[in-house]
């Protein structure tokens, strides 16, 4: 039997979840099971050659099913079915796919956030009898471009979760020599995180003479604990001590209104980078990613074919 799409594999999916389930890999043979999979069908890869269909389907099933606040993780790889989950099996439900994810409030909150305002555009329109919008192929290229980077920003941060404290700190240093700080010399970046250290976990130093400095605080903090205006004062307390009036707070969830009003009232430049915005950094700057294929778009040269003439 063909492979089921992710939509169809919504419902067996939380149902395996359901029946002990708490990975991907454990959901696989359920699915082979219900769906009458053959091992030949079961080792059919993707394009990229990485991945089998079936555990890319699965994971996507997965991945909206969290989305919709169906299912929980709470550590890394390891995924629990939520009381909504188990509310909505009891319910009776025949089918799960994204029209039945978007009754969740987490679900819609999440498409909005992630779906920029051209994506919204080209999202085809729901099968109600009337025409439907038909997609260009690269319009369906720049959907699914948005849904794969909104996946890998949930992912790199629960790769960054299970990171020790000296790796996260040691990540941050990384990223910000990537990103041009100190002349991309990893010579002029240094984690220096460690029992008394000041409240500082890096410095990236903007001159050979360490004249001029940016210092570094990272704190991976649970997604639902915000970083708060004590932890940024101890921070400017930090800089005031070192001489030094630029910093970086990064963390793996955000930062309170308290503390985002409270860099207005004084004289250090500090940027906050909260736990999206590291991760889309980490993804711009190839940091703790890799790229797996590439495609080229091109187009025909008009001048190229103009009559020069004409």
Do not use: C
Request: charged share 25%.
């Amino acid at each position: 039997m063909p492979i089921p799409d992710f939509q169809t594999a919504m419902l067996p999916v939380l149902r395996a979840f359901s029946n002990g389930a708490q990975s991907v890999a454990e959901v696989l043979p359920v699915l082979r099971t219900e769906f009458s999979i053959s091992d030949e069908e079961a080792e059919e890869l993707l394009p990229s050659g990485r991945i089998t269909t079936l555990q890319s389907r699965a994971h996507w099933a997965r991945t909206y099913l969290s989305k919709a606040g169906l299912l929980t993780s709470p550590s890394r790889n390891r995924h629990v079915i939520t009381a909504a989950g188990r509310d909505l099996l009891a319910s009776g439900v025949t089918r799960i796919d994204m029209k039945a994810l978007e009754r969740f409030p987490a679900y819609v909150a999440w498409k909005e956030k992630e779906t920029t305002a051209e994506t919204q555009q080209t999202q085809p329109a729901t099968q109600t009898g009337e025409s439907a919008v038909i997609q260009t192929p690269e319009e369906r290229i720049e959907r699914d471009f948005a849904d794969i980077q909104a996946s890998l920003t949930d992912d790199l941060l629960s790769a960054v979760q299970g990171m020790t404290p000296k790796q996260f700190e040691q990540l941050i240093v990384d990223l910000l020599l990537k990103m041009g700080y100190g002349g991309g010399d990893r010579a002029m970046g240094e984690r220096i995180g460690k029992s008394g250290d000041g409240g500082i976990d890096g410095i990236i130093n903007e001159d050979a003479l360490g004249l001029d400095a940016v210092y570094v605080q990272a704190k991976r903090y649970a997604p639902d604990s915000k970083v708060g205006r004590p932890a940024l004062q101890a921070f400017v307390g930090s800089l005031t001590g070192g001489g030094a009036n630029k910093g970086v707070f990064v963390t793996t969830s955000d930062f309170s209104r308290e503390a985002r009003d409270y860099l207005n009232k004084v004289q250090h430049r500090i940027v906050l980078i909260n736990g999206e915005r590291l991760a889309r950094l980490m993804i711009q700057h190839e940091v703790g990613v890799r790229a797996r294929r590439s495609f080229v778009i091109r187009s025909v040269d008009e001048d190229y074919f103009a009559d020069p003439e004409g």
